[in-house]
């Protein structure tokens, strides 16, 4: 269909990149704003970065996301928005009431080099900020980094902005979440609370993106971290990144600041990140495995082992955020699955370093690329030269797994043809086992679809 005419021949680009694994900064910082109760994010800039950031996250979660904008006009994009901000946050107060307002930058108001510190201490010493509100601020020119650098400045940006330390530290784990879906944060949390564990998690996206339809609307939902539970992650004595690339320099900043301990680990995607996010947990909150979760992590098991021959060897291409596809790519191999080409726009070290080591003996043929030039285009030309038998990603995947008969597995940002994200888990054992039978489920549906017909199976 769309991409059929894609040459499995590759050309060496310099400047072209073809349908990126990536979207822009201030989707990332408006998704991570909205895990704060009682917060607008805004946006500093042209009304069209706003409605393309709303749209992008309605469209995948299928709730109405609520942002404010500057709204530049010609003359805000020459002079500067300044004005525009004052005036909108003395206007955001007055009409919407949120508790905090979350300000993330766009490429605009960056290129201008509005100087956001002082046009907040402006609107304060004007009388615009009501007592008790606050507005807080990230940095997101989205001509660097991707949406998961905008979700990472947001996070790090409540650290900045309420961590605060007193000289009592108490007994509560803090667990920094990196993007995933509001599902994945409530199995985490149940994991926590299975535990017995007391823990505080930023930002937490339950019950604000997943929220029930009550008939009533709320400007803001029930869910989000609290502004007096941000304050006091300051005081926990330890912090949990889930995810290094969203949350590893909010750690960073909230140890400096309030001398809160860290370790990051990847999201606790599939059996062995579970594993440790788990002990990780029963470590730092000085708690026992309960049998409840040790039983999970058996049925688990039981299930791979049960359907091992049918993962065996298949070759899998996916694509998405380097938090999500390094624990994914270890599931994958634990597995007995090939993870043979791999593809995320974000840029960074970590993601280089992870894949060689996780795949250089189990699939040393294996290809993957971060960066703004790995985009989906390569991808594709690598499914043309050596086929695959399962492709993972977002909805954009789709054509590819049309144009080539590949099963498909939608999973990470966005997925806007399909429902069920905000319903199942993939972190945790649970969300494992979740992920390990849709795997399934795509690899035997397929082979019943197109396997000669005596060769359809009745019990496979
Ligand atoms: S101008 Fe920049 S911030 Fe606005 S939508 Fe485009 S990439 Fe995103």
Redesign the pocket.
């Known amino acids: 269909m769309l991409l059929r005419h894609t040459t499995a021949k590759e050309i060496d680009r310099k400047a072209l990149t073809i349908n990126p694994a990536k979207t ?1 900064q ?1 989707v990332g910082a408006m998704y991570a704003a909205l895990g704060l109760h009682g917060c607008l994010p805004h946006s500093h ?1 042209s009304q069209g ?1 706003c409605s ?1 950031h709303r749209s992008a996250l309605t469209r995948h979660f299928k709730e109405p996301v609520m942002a404010s904008t500057s709204s530049f006009s010609e003359g805000s994009s020459v002079f500067g928005g300044s004005s525009n901000l004052v005036s909108a946050i003395e206007t955001i107060f007055s009409v919407y009431s949120p508790d905090v307002v979350a300000v993330h930058t ?3 108001s960056e290129t201008i080099g509005d100087d956001m510190t002082q046009i907040i201490s402006k609107a304060n010493e004007e009388g615009k900020i009501p007592e008790g509100k606050r507005v807080i601020f990230c940095n997101t020119p ?1 001509y660097v980094g991707t949406h998961v650098t905008g979700y990472a400045n947001q996070v790090s940006s409540f650290v900045k902005s309420f961590s605060t330390a007193t000289p009592k530290k108490k007994n509560v784990v803090n667990l920094v979440a990196g993007w995933m879906e509001p599902a994945d944060m409530r199995e985490i949390k149940r994991i926590a609370s299975v535990m017995e564990a007391r823990t505080i998690m930023f930002p937490d996206m339950t019950d604000v993106l997943d929220a029930p339809l009550t008939g009533t609307y709320k400007m803001y939902e029930q869910g989000g971290t609290t502004i007096q539970d941000m304050i006091a992650t300051g005081d926990s004595k330890f912090t949990i990144g889930l995810g290094p690339y969203c949350t590893e320099d909010a750690c960073v900043k909230l140890e400096n600041k309030c001398k809160v301990k860290f370790e990051v680990l990847e999201i606790p995607i599939g059996l062995k990140a579970t594993d440790r996010f788990i002990t990780s947990l029963s470590r730092h909150a000085n708690l026992p495995v309960p049998d409840s979760l040790t039983e999970e992590r058996g049925k688990l098991i039981d299930l791979i082992a049960d359907n091992s021959k049918y993962f065996w060897g298949k070759r899998v291409a996916l694509y998405g955020d380097p938090d999500t596809l390094i624990p994914l790519t270890e599931f994958l191999l634990t597995l007995d699955m090939k993870p043979v080409y791999i593809v995320t726009g974000t840029p960074g070290k970590h993601f280089d370093e992870a894949m060689t080591e996780l795949l250089k003996d189990k699939v040393p043929e294996a290809k993957f690329k971060s960066g703004e030039r790995a985009d989906m285009f390569q991808l594709h030309q690598w499914i043309k030269q050596e086929g695959v038998d399962l492709l993972i990603g977002n909805s954009y995947g789709k054509y590819i797994a049309r144009d080539e008969d590949i099963p498909f597995i939608r999973s990470g940002f966005p997925v806007v043809d399909r429902p069920g994200n905000n319903f199942f888990p993939i972190t945790g054992y649970v969300g494992a086992t979740n992920l390990a039978i849709k795997i399934l489920t795509s690899i035997l549906d397929h082979i019943d679809r197109t396997c000669p017909e005596e060769k359809v199976e009745f019990q496979m």
């Open positions: 822009c201030p800039g970065c393309y766009t490429c605009l989205s």
